[in-house]
């Protein structure tokens, strides 16, 4: 099992950043992108896949009316689910922003909604007691000062790109650190700020990627930690430290090149889309979601789900669904992830092992399972409780005398969690 102490040990922590130990125990985040892309209702890269010109995707400002945003009710939703952190997109790519900057009129503020978005999201969140968590796009492609790379949506629009040949990217630079300055002044305590995204490698048609150097990522690192102390930072301003946040999580994403642990956080959609996308038909069912996030932290990692929002302020009807889904396995299965990691023992075929001290959790994945082998376990298991609604499950009552080395089960499709008490002192 990887411990808290372990991590903030390793390079990839330094000693400078927040406290990590919330984040560990809280395994479960929501994630939310949020902005004028959910008004044209087809993905949050829509600008850029259908190179829209600013001119055009104006509309999307001048009608962006969330008449029925209700915070709390967002909050509840995910509360309900079992999540104990969210991330709001502050700012995506498009470059607008949910609150009332003093940086730019491209705001919420300067919308039909006439309103600071993040104040009422942040205050309702907190009021049902999750931890607050604001990403912001380094990538903007709104600011004049912004170059027109070969990411940008303008890319082949050579005259504007034409105009566009006198950016300053230190300029942008200036904003950038600016915007953060006003996100971690003005909200109270922060604690966890998550950029997106550097991509120094790669280069984009005739421009190259965008790194530390663009964002002047050491600088603006010291500014956060000097606002806000005990904040935790994600590993996307290229600085190599931080919450590594792959999105196709791989196990090898788990340890550092020299095998050090990391703190890790798979982010993740309900159905392919970050963004609000009305037509999507891709949806995870309610029990893969579940086995993402039992995968997550039986490799000690965490998961970030996301919901787009609706232009009118709504969670849509399907993510609802697939909140409530999860919170119905959460309610009685919770205490597997909730301050559980990776464990030592190797889990039986189709199944995973988290663990939380001397305590086991064993996640059967497929049905039906008839004999589950636990090997290296016999002798140090002396009872077995189904966090799932034992109404559902019937099983054979083993002999307490008789060493624990298969568990017969008959269970119903669906996720099923034991509980393995390992009381033998000589289990670590
Ligand atoms: O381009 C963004 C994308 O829209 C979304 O915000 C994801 C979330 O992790 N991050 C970037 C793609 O890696």
Known sequence: MTTVSEITKTAN????????????????????????YSNAARHEWVMNREKIHPDTYNKYFKYFDPDLYDPKK?????????????????????????????????????????????????NAFREEGLKVGFYHSVIDWHHP???????????????FKAN???????????????????????????????????????????????????????????MILELQPDIILNDRLDLGRGVVTPEQYQPSEAVTEDGQPVIWEACQTLNGSWGYDRDNLDWKSGDVLIKMLIDSVSKGGNLLLNVG?????????????????????????SRSIYGATNSEYTAPLDCRFTQKGKRLYLHIFSWPFRH?????????????????????????????????????????????????????????
């Open 164 to 222: 566009a040949t006198e950016r300053n990217i230190e300029k942008y630079a200036e904003y950038l650190h600016g915007q953060v300055r006003e996100l971690l002044t003005n909200y109270g305590k922060i604690d966890y700020l998550w950029f997106d995204f550097s991509y120094p490698e790669r280069s984009w048609g005739w421009a190259t990627g965008k790194g530390a150097e663009d964002w002047q990522s050491e600088k603006l690192e010291k």
């Open 372 to 428: 589950i082998h636990l090997e290296g376990l016999a002798g140090k298991i002396d009872y077995t409780q189904f966090l799932h609604d034992a109404s559902e499950i019937q099983y054979k009552e083993h002999d307490p005398n008789e060493e624990l080395t298969h568990i017969s089960t008959r269970v119903k499709p669906g996720t099923v969690t034991l509980e393995l008490p390992v009381q033998k002192p000589d289990v670590a």
């Open 145 to 159: 000062e912004f170059p027109v790379d070969g990411l940008h949506p303008q890319r082949d629009d050579e005259a």
């Open 74 to 122: 967002w909050a509840r939703a995910a509360k309900d689910a079992g999540m104990k952190y969210f991330v709001i997109t502050t700012k995506h790519h498009e470059g607008f922003a949910l609150w009332d900057s003093e940086l730019t009129d491209y705001k919420a503020t300067n919308t039909p909604a006439k309103r600071d978005l993040l104040l009422e999201m942040v």
């Open 13 to 36: 922590w330094p000693t400078n950043y927040g406290d990590p130990a919330w984040l560990l125990h809280d395994r479960f985040g929501l994630f939310i992108h949020w902005g004028l």
């Open 309 to 333: 929002p609706n232009a009118r302020g709504e969670f849509d009807q399907k993510s609802l669904d697939s909140l409530s889904e999860i919170g119905k396995w959460m309610r009685v299965n």
